[in-house]
């Protein structure tokens, strides 16, 4: 059943709340792993880290336009494309416009204020810390992080389209670890914020299967084309 994985990952997402509102020093103890001794991240900067910070707006540029091309072409053709439906096509557009667009960029890092563990005073910034799941009024843009939600949005791009099991999906898995691990690195996030991305992508996920299953079988228009 469908409301399973959807309830399972709400109780995730509750009990991972509970956990770091009781334990917040989690978050600084991990992000004290990446710290300069004299201050700030060692790794903000770095060519590797910033090739994952810079590659993620290139990826989903170049896969959002890749996905309404396929589909595009595929309608121009009059042959429906076996991957890339229009429903599918609906659903991850839709996904990524309401969680990493509208709830992480739009809501979450414009409004709740954390500051990021770069900005803290214990690594050498002047803003004080906030515990995840916690309204601040430091005036920062750490919670959640808008890089690892993309990051996760191309995961689920590569579960719709390949399977949740396939090569692309494991890549697009290694893709966001690597990218929380930048942002954490640099200072950019706290763990908390990586994970909550996470968290809220599958949520999404899950959520939206519920109201457009990307694996219905397609619909067709009037003149009986499948869409």
Do not use: C
């Not at 692309?168 to 690195?185: E, H, S």
Request: charged share 15%; hydrophobic share 55%.
């Amino acid at each position: 059943m469908r409301t399973r994985p959807l309830l399972l990952a709400a109780i995730l997402f509750v009990a991972f709340a509970d956990l770091w509102l009781a334990f917040p020093q989690l978050d600084l103890a991990v992000a004290a792993l990446f710290a300069a001794p004299e201050g700030g991240f060692a790794a903000r900067g770095t060519p590797w880290e910033q090739l994952v910070y810079g590659s993620i707006d290139k990826a989903l540029i170049g896969i959002g336009s890749g996905l309404i091309a396929a589909w595009a072409w595929s309608r121009s053709r009059r042959r429906p494309a076996p991957r890339v439906t229009g429903r599918r096509l609906a659903f991850l557009l839709l996904l990524l416009a309401l969680v990493p667009g509208l709830v992480v960029n739009q809501v979450l890092k414009e409004h709740w204020g954390r500051a990021r563990p770069v900005q803290l005073e214990q690594f050498g910034g002047s803003k004080q810390f906030t515990p995840a799941f916690v309204l601040s009024d430091q005036g920062g843009g750490s919670f959640s992080s808008g890089h690892v939600a993309a990051a996760a949005w191309l995961v689920a791009v590569a579960a719709v389209l390949s399977g949740a099991r396939s090569g692309w999906t494991l890549a697009a898995v290694g893709y966001l670890l690597a990218t929380a691990l930048a942002r954490i690195a640099a200072g950019g996030h706290f763990l908390s914020d990586a994970v909550t991305s996470i968290l809220l992508v599958w949520l999404g996920y899950l959520l939206l299967r519920r109201f457009l299953d990307p694996h219905s079988p397609p619909i067709a228009d009037r003149d009986g084309e499948r869409l």
